[in-house]
């Protein structure tokens, strides 16, 4: 399941950071787990969204699991969780946070947001929304 769906997002362009069990499979510290964990920036929900509708076909249909909170960076940022069920055999679980996941792994996510999205950066933190009058050209 996992390298399947990794391939299709690389290949889109959609950048996730993958947490959780896969982690621990891919270090040979498990043989399986039930799901795939990714951490997911603002920018790319509507992009992943747009990747989750066109699997969603007869058949083998997109399901959000009961609790889930929506994909969308109003909610990922604040530390809720998306989940979906799809063709009833991979599980996808999305972050807008990395939980679970050691200081030094959060510290260069946020490098990471702050290199490509500088646009969220606020005083305070990161900001849900871009600057007013955010500089596209800031990216690097």
Known sequence: MTDRIVEEWRQRGLGVLIV??????????????????????????????????????????????????????DWLGRGWTFHVDMGGTDRLDFFGIPLRAPNRLIRRFNELVAQYFPEYRSSSGWSLRPKPNADPSEKK
């Open 20 to 73: 959780g069990g896969q982690v621990m499979v891919a270090d040979g510290l498990r043989e399986e787990t039930k799901d795939l964990d990714a951490c997911l920036s603002s920018r790319q929900c509507p992009r992943m969204l747009d990747w989750l509708c066109e699997k969603d076909q007869p058949g083998r249909r997109v399901e959000i699991r009961p609790g889930s909170a929506p994909l969308h960076s």
